[in-house]
Each structure stands twice: as C-alpha cells, then as structure tokens.
C-alpha cells in the first residue's frame, strides 16, 4: 500500500481527510436538493391531481419496486461492511463486497429494465408520447412523466455508483487503499448511500399508492 | 471527537431493521388507510434514511460540520416542498387546475 501523500494546503492528514468527506457531503447535499426540486413537482402536482396520481401509479408492479427495495438495502449494506473492512486493512475483502455491491447495482437495472419494457409495450410513456389509456386525464400523463423523469434519473445515478464502485474495487484488490488511506473509498461508499436514500422515498412515492 | 464507533454487529442490526422497516411500510400500505398511508410511509422513509446516515454512512462518528449540511439539506427541502405545494392547496380565486378535455397532454 502507498502512503498517502499530504497535500501542502493542509496541516495534517487528518484535516486533509476531513475536507474530502466534508466536501463529500456537500456534493451530496446539492444531489439532494437536485431530486428536491423534483419531489417538490410531484407533491404540487399530486396536491392538483390526487385521484389521477394514485390511478396511474397504481398500475405500477408493487412486487418488483419492493424486490428492488431489498436490492438497494442489501447493495448498501455491503459497501458499509466494505468501508468498515478498509479501516481494518482487509482491501481484498473490500474489493469483494464492492464488487458484490456493483452486482446488486446490475440486479436492481435489470428490474427496472424489466418494468420499464413493461411500460413502453402498454405505451404509458411520457408527457405526449402516452397512449396507455384513450383520452387520459391530464393528472395520469403528469403521473407517468414524473415517474419516468425520477427513476430515470435515479437509474444514471445508479450507473455512475457502479462505475465508481467497480473502479475502487479494483484499485483496492491492486493494492492502493488501506487502513490509512482510505478516504476515496469512504466517499464512493457515501455516494451509493445516497443513491439508495432516494431510492427510499422513490419507492413509497411510486408504488405504495393505491 | 469519535464519540461513537460503528462496529460490524451494528452494521448487520441496522441493515435488518431497514429490511423490517421496508416489509413494516409495506404492509402498512396494503392496509387501505387512504390518506394517512401516505404520510406514515413517508415518516418509515425518514427512520430509514436516519438509519442509513448515522450507522452506514458513519456521520454517527463524524464532526458536526458534515451533520449541519444534512440539516441544511433537509431544511432546504422542507422549504422548497412546502412553499411549492402552498400554491395549489391554497388556490381559491382561479380555477385550482387546468381543465383535462381543453389540453389533455400538459
């Protein structure tokens, strides 16, 4: 393992660390408030349109939102044994749980994948592509248009937390990170975290409603 | 300043009680309860999501900077959630919502 190398802004290596995590956390924080400005549409549109809301999400299949749920929850507790091992310099058994976590990542696609196929053959598609049902009510399209936006969005960030997953996976196998250089591994465990806790409240906004 | 430490013990209770948590929201909501189903799987979401923060997230054992832009996030949330959503729950001089039959895709 390289040592880590103190960079000539900082002190100490510790306040080094700090400003990497706390830099983290505010990158997470505007990621939040990004999905914010989207929660705040849906509960304005859904206050305008609460019958239509729960008609057109209700078609949504309850099962595979919660199988997906599960997937999440598990693919983060992974990365937290993850980041946990690397504190005790274990990297190879890091490697593995971030690679297990990038395969969860993979299952959840694939459910999502299976859902939107789904979709797309019933044509309940967004804003003017919709032709699911004759003459909808105008709350039903809106429905739809936010539930693709939301997940969608929340698919590319799922893909980008396996790259970074799979990325840190592999320098940890090779070597780079351990017990006192860790870290970038802790920051791409708080990213996926975050992935996951707006999956938590996508999944009773989208599926629990009927 | 590490007052608490998360320890592998901790890590597999917190990840049960989030699976009891989904399976608890889940079942809530085949209850049927209307309005308040909303409400109570949205509070559920918020015990997870503190579950995820302090334990998997280890802010349990980080300075209090990193905490304050939690709250901030959250407050900001509150904010923008709660003023949007004071427009159309309190429109009474304008029709409160388009009508379908004139532009069926807004």
């Known amino acids: 393992m390289s040592a880590q190398r103190l960079v000539e802004q900082f002190e100490s290596l510790e306040k080094q660390d700090h400003a990497a995590r706390l830099a983290m956390w505010m990158f997470l924080g505007s990621e939040t408030l990004l999905f914010g400005a989207l929660f705040a549409a849906y509960a304005y549109y859904r206050g305008m349109y609460p019958d239509e809301f729960v008609q057109a999400l209700h078609h949504n299949s309850v099962a595979l939102g919660t199988t997906n749920t599960v997937v999440l929850i598990t693919s983060s507790f992974t990365v937290a044994l993850g980041v946990h091992f690397i504190r005790e310099n274990k990297a190879r058994l890091t490697a593995g749980l971030f690679v297990v976590s990038t395969l969860f990542g993979a299952v959840f696609l694939v459910v999502k994948g299976i859902e939107y196929s789904h979709h797309i053959h019933e044509n309940a598609l967004p804003s003017g592509m919709y032709t699911f049902i004759d003459k909808p009510p105008a709350g039903v399209v809106l429905g739809y248009t936010l539930y693709w936006f939301m997940t969608a969005l929340h698919g590319l960030h799922v893909i980008a937390g396996m790259i970074m997953l799979a990325v840190v996976a592999l320098l940890c196998w090779k070597g780079r990170y351990g017990a006192h250089r860790n870290v970038a591994v802790e920051n791409v465990g708080l990213y996926w975290h975050l992935v996951d806790v707006v999956w938590i409240f996508l999944w009773p906004l989208f599926y629990l409603t009927d | ?106």
């Open chain 2, 1 to 106: 300043m590490i007052s608490a430490h998360v320890t592998t013990p901790k890590l597999v209770v917190s990840w049960l009680a989030l699976l009891v948590l989904t399976f608890l929201s889940f079942g809530i909501s085949r209850l049927g309860l209307g309005e308040a189903e909303l409400v109570i799987a949205l509070a559920i979401s918020v015990v997870k999501t503190l579950v995820v923060l302090f334990i998997f997230m280890h802010l349990v054992e980080q300075r209090f900077a990193n905490r304050l832009i939690v709250i901030l996030t959250f407050l900001f949330i509150v904010l923008l959630v709660t003023l949007t959503v004071a427009d159309p729950l309190t429109r009474k001089t304008f029709p409160p919502r388009p009508d379908p039959a004139a532009s069926p895709y807004p």
